[in-house]
């Protein structure tokens, strides 16, 4: 595993990757030092940035933008889990990851989070 920060407060850490990793998915912890893609209401870890020769980079803090299901989050602290198609969906409270959404695009399903 290899973790490095930029200047904005972003920590991404480099972990093998299972096969169905892509760039901009919520992943979660698979076995030591492994990832994988969530399924739904899965605790994610991070949110894959890059892929490449088996292995992922990913972004554990800092904010991102990721694709959700269901209802659209409101901003403020909510609880996100993995929605099982490659992004995050709101969780019933104190289930999933308590996370401060920042900003919500509709028409894009996506939201900005703070992980």
């Known amino acids: 595993m290899n973790i490095s920060l930029n200047g904005y407060g972003e920590?991404?850490?480099?972990?093998?990757?299972?096969?169905g990793v892509v760039p901009g998915i919520p992943v979660k912890m698979t076995g030591n030092g492994l990832v994988g893609a969530g399924q739904a209401q899965?605790?994610?870890c991070?949110?894959?940035v890059s892929v490449r020769g088996g292995f992922a980079a990913v972004q554990l803090h800092g904010y991102v933008t990721?694709?959700?299901?269901?209802?659209?989050?409101?901003a403020g602290y909510r609880f996100l889990s993995c929605d099982g198609n490659s992004g995050v969906q709101v969780q019933a409270e104190s289930t999933g990851r308590s996370l401060l959404v920042t900003d919500v695009d509709v028409a894009a399903q996506t939201c900005g989070i703070i992980l």
């Open 66 to 74: 990721v694709p959700y299901s269901g209802t659209a989050p409101a």
């Open 46 to 48: 991070g949110v894959a």
């Open 42 to 44: 899965d605790e994610f």
């Open 11 to 19: 920590q991404v850490a480099t972990f093998e990757a299972e096969t």
